[in-house]
């Protein structure tokens, strides 16, 4: 079993910055795509930025420019920096993450979400 654990949500006014975290724990063989997503009441989940294994990244492109993410696999963690914030990002964000277990199978895991709110 696999646990994913976010940290670093809150509260910040429009134009400031956050960095979320999110690390990965369990029994882990290796971890291909990581992501983040986001959700407002109401509304579908959405993906917000997610890397693969090897580095590439994709980005919705509200996002494009203000956010960043990366990963640690030494850690098996992942972050977005979230720069230059509006009112609009405001939503609880997730961590998802696709984990190959030691038999070689593949899962996909949630973390619990961490409430990101922008004041206007």
């Known amino acids: 079993q696999v646990q994913l654990v976010e940290s670093g949500g809150g509260l910040v006014q429009a134009g400031g910055s956050l960095r979320l975290s999110c690390a990965a724990s369990?029994?882990?063989?290796?971890?291909?795509?990581m992501g983040w997503y986001r959700q407002v009441p109401g509304s579908q989940r959405e993906l917000v930025a997610a890397?693969?294994?090897?580095?590439?990244?994709n980005y919705v492109d509200s996002v494009k420019g203000r956010f960043t993410i990366a990963r640690d696999n030494s850690k098996n963690m992942v972050y977005l920096q979230m720069n230059s914030l509006k009112p609009g990002d405001t939503a609880v964000y997730y961590c998802?993450?696709?984990?190959?277990?030691?038999?070689?199978?593949?899962?996909?895991?949630w973390g619990q979400g961490t409430q990101v709110t922008v004041s206007s």
């Open positions: 890397i693969s294994s090897d580095g590439s990244l």
């Open positions: 998802n993450a696709d984990v190959v277990d030691l038999a070689g199978w593949a899962h996909n895991y």
């Open positions: 369990g029994t882990i063989f290796r971890i291909n795509a």
